[in-house]
């Protein structure tokens, strides 16, 4: 088992260096992209809750992945496999539990907590469950398999919603919509296999324009239950679940030209930590969308 984790270390080490980076020049940034993080939580205290969901989330997410799951189950024995799940995922969360409890968000602690413990469950206990039916179409296979793969999730999530109302707690909902969204966005770390790309009947330009306008259709399909919940606090609410659902309509776009423009390797570091930082800087969307959006395209026209 510390082998395996001296191994982690080790793929860690290659894609800081991958990038062209030293290692130790690779830590020192990550190291002030988690001082700013900090800082702007501390600046702007509403938007801590999205911040460090998305990025717990984020982790957490790339660590359920079926074929990864299934190797380490084959590897170690049940209580080994148990073991290094728990560290794993108690390892994403640990570096932002520090700022939720500075900032006196003890919700945030909780579901930060819990979420670790969901996706240990998800990893321990993943059956097949292709005969649930969906409220998506089946064109955006993303939206299909996370359905599928943490619908627990989304009951929880909608059943706090719902418990919120009655408790009359009018920034649970928000905190919930933002997780649902992010975790959704997630799902775009799904790579299909390049003939399905080959497969469709559209240009580069025409295949990405498709994928964004399917995906827009089917995120707010997903978070249309919590604004119709937050019309019962008001307008007031209905106007910041509205804020939550425009921004996660922003980074789905920049999500998806991020995943085809590095189409077929899955999303790696640069990537993550690029939209983490956009995503807290909004502005530099302006640049992102056309330099992301050329660069799907030219690399989707090999398939296309």
Known sequence: MRYYFQLQYQIFRRQIEDIGLPFAIGLFLLVLLYVAIYFITIQYPQYTPLILGYAS????????NPNRVDFLKNIFTRQRFLTIRIAENIGCILPFIPIAIYERAWLLVAL???LSMIFTIISIRRVEIRNIPTPFRS???????????????????????CISIYYDNINLPIVLLGIVILTALSAYDII??????????FSASGFIKNK??????????????????????????????VLCWISGLLLLILVILMKYAAYPRSGGITEAIGCMIIAMMPLLLIAAYPYYYKKAVQNLEKYL
């Open 212 to 241: 964004i306008r399917i995906g827009c259709i089917q995120l707010s399909l997903l978070i249309a239950p919590f604004i119709l919940l937050l019309l019962l606090f008001g307008m007031s609410m209905l106007f910041w679940g």
């Open 57 to 64: 989330i984020s982790f957490l997410y790339k660590l359920t």
């Open 192 to 201: 299909e296999d390049e003939y399905l790309v080959w497969n469709n009947a």
């Open 112 to 114: 930060l907590v819990v």
């Open 139 to 161: 064109s955006a296979f993303e939206f299909v398999i996370f359905f599928r793969r943490l619908w627990l999730l989304l009951v929880i999530c909608y059943t706090l919603a």
